[in-house]
């Protein structure tokens, strides 16, 4: 046979190679989806135990303020309503939010259009090392001086939404901001020389073009903060009250999903009615952050069709 | 002799040590339209880009010299350099439409302005729009991104959202170069038809434009201006040697 036909027909060492690597990758792959797909099994079969096993109303948990699931009211129902925390863990993440959008935009304006050397020399590094400082580092601080000062200020324990939104706020503010700042930069340099060369201030710019054209980018890197800050359970817990009770007002105990969940999920039997309750509370977090992820691919997407 | 709208003195612009601009001296006749021509790299866009201050974005950039703007040192402190561009607008080589609508594109100066009225919006941009000819292609999708149009369409909605500030001078760096011919030869007709309204300066490497077009042409080499001559003249009697090896194709 022709040498160069022959040479075509065998397999060579490097497709050999690539066969090998991708058959190693799609394994990891594999992998990794199964053990996706295990997490979600086993949360919703035990959370959704507490409904079908305990006979629970769905309804009930969540929108009964009585969270006791030792205890049985006056019915003889177990006392496992959800509401206080669902309210709470929403509470803090939208204040959070709420508070640390500003700052973070305007970081991130600072950074990319005011004074990109000085930003980027000073604001980078900050925003880095913040990222990589350990959650319960920021419930400690937030629990000896946080806490004493809302006391100070405002009377009662300290411990509540307030204290909750506030380290939320700070542990959720350098991912906001760096992610704005991708956004911001994204925005390519000739809207701005457009802008500019129209008789536009700096300010018109950044205003009416900059921001403008970056807000998919904006709103993604908020609600990754939202989803971080419904998620954070430790800083959290440290700083709440972790009281089962809706909360009245922002400085008085309250508690979140995540404080109640890491609070309680110690001191229960496994397949006992208090245990599965907490798995109810785990199921929620897991579709909420579901949500998150929805909504920053729906942004993503809109943001994609009309850059 | 007509009106110097613009006109430039022993200018010299440094691009940290690099010489990028060897001391032009150059002036502008009202309602004309100029070419600027000259191999790549001999300083045609940074010229261009100095008489409405868009170089001031850059940093490591020195320039000296005079260049006057209805006789106001357009450098001077007191110059006010967003009115400046309003009165010199520019046309870049990629179409930049914003990622806004047809409409908002256009609109874009006299939002900056404070202009509320829809009556004067409405006006403004059919006006605009029909002047850069690319009314009839939009007027039925002006709510549209600018960005669903072709490159041609584009660039003439950019020529629109300039043209709705009315400013004296439009600069236009290489406006057809991305562009298909046809697109080209509506562009070059456009202006050509604009000139009543506005003085056009260009910069372009396309030579049958350049003398078609223009009224007169500035030839550049090295960061210098080795011939400005009435464009019949420049392209049938060069005065130089340069010149005529240039346009007859020998370098650059
Ligand atoms: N931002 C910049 N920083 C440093 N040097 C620059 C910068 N812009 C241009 N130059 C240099 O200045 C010289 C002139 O560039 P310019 O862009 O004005 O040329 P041009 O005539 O417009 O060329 P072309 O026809 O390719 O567009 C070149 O040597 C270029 O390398
Ligand atoms: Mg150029």
Redesign the pocket.
Known sequence: MDPIRESLLKKSHQAKLERRGRLLGLFCISLIVVVVAAIFYFVASRGLATFYHDKINLWDFLTKQAWNPGTKDSHGIPEVGALPMIVGSFLVTIFAALVATPFAIGAAIFMTEISPRRGMQILKPVTELLVGIPSVVYGFIGLTVVVPVIRYLFGGTGFGILAGTFVLFVMILPTVTSMSVDALRAVPRHYREASLALGATRWQTIYKVVLRSSLPGLLTAIVFGMARAFGEALAVQMVIGNAALLPHNLVSPASTLTSILTMGIGNTIMGSLENNALWSLALILLLMSLVFNLLIRLIGRKGALKP | MAEKIITSQDVHLY??E?E?LKGIDLDFTAHEITALI????????????LLNRMNDL?P??RITGDIRLHGQDIYAPETDVVQLRKEVGMVF?QPNPFPFSIYENVIYGLRLAGEKNKTVLDEAVESSLQAAAVWEETKDVLHQSALSLSGGQQQRVCIARVLAVKPAVILL??PTSALDPISSSKIEQMLVNLKNDYTIIM?T?NMQQAARSSDRTAF?LD?QLIEFNATAKFFTAPAHKESEDYISGRFG
């Open positions: 691009y940290g690099h990028a000259g191999p790549s790299g001999s300083g045609k866009s940074t010229y261009l880009r850059l490591n950039i080589q760096d290489e910069v490497h550049f960061g």
